[in-house]
């Protein structure tokens, strides 16, 4: 299994351009989450889909910020307007079911915007 | 709201020294979850620990849950410079309604 994948690895955009994140979980997994990490706050989930469909998106820090899970093997998380202070490591996991069992994190996208 | 705390924030061990970090809860967990993270990588699942006062062992990682099960441990027995990283426990609610991340440990090994 190749495990969670996340792209892009990397992402520099300049303040006010659209960001858009990409995961693809493990088959089978039915729940994802996405989480930002950063020194200040260390790891936040911002939401967490079960079965395709958002359970909780109160970590969503406002409206700029969306999330969609189209079908079980694809979520994207948007930023728009970006904003410096939204650079942060973005990691996607998925897990077995909901928050029960252990999570398997992709390698994350490291966003900056300037 | 529910908190889950970890100490020390920062740890710096000689190698072959044990090393212990320690999660604490506001409130009682339904189960408390481990992870590692590299510098410069994804944090990746240790392990989970759900009855009370369950002891589970992984080579040189002894992992505790308490009694009351808002607090766990991690000890690294001998250290090595492959353990170097951070820490996180992630205690989950009795709702099952959130798994709460701590601040996590770096673990410093000096060779």
């Known amino acids: 299994d190749a495990g969670v994948i996340q792209s892009p690895r990397h992402e520099v955009t300049e303040m006010g351009q659209e960001v858009t994140l990409r995961c693809k979980p493990i088959?089978?997994?039915?729940?994802l989450f996405w989480y930002r990490q950063t020194m200040m706050r260390g790891l936040e989930l911002l939401i967490y889909?079960?079965?395709?469909?958002?359970?909780?998106d109160s970590g969503m820090p406002e409206d700029r910020f969306s999330a969609k899970m189209p079908n079980a093997s694809f979520s994207t998380l948007k930023i728009q307007p970006s904003e410096p202070r939204d650079s942060a490591v973005y990691f996607c996991?998925?897990?077995?079911?909901?928050?029960?069992?252990?999570?398997?994190f992709g390698s994350g996208t490291r966003l900056t915007v300037v | 709201g529910q908190q889950v705390m970890q100490i020390p924030q920062y740890q710096h061990v000689q190698e072959g020294e044990d090393f212990t970090t320690y999660c604490n809860s506001s409130t009682t967990l339904s189960n408390i979850q481990w992870y590692k993270q590299r510098p410069g990588g994804h944090p990746v699942f240790l392990i989970q620990?759900?009855?009370?006062?369950e002891v589970k062992k992984q080579k040189r990682l002894t992992f505790q849950f308490g009694e009351a099960k808002k607090n766990s441990s991690l000890h690294i027995t001998a250290t090595q410079t492959t353990d170097v990283g951070t820490y996180f426990c992630?205690?989950?609610?009795?709702?099952?309604?959130?798994?709460?991340f701590g601040t996590g440990t770096r673990l410093t090994v000096i060779p």
């Open positions: 088959s089978g997994h039915n729940s």
């Open positions: 889909f079960n079965n395709n469909v958002p359970i909780d």
């Open positions: 992630a205690g989950l609610g009795t709702g099952a309604n959130n798994l709460f």
């Open positions: 996991a998925s897990s077995l079911q909901g928050r029960v069992y252990g999570y398997t």
């Open positions: 620990l759900v009855k009370s006062g």
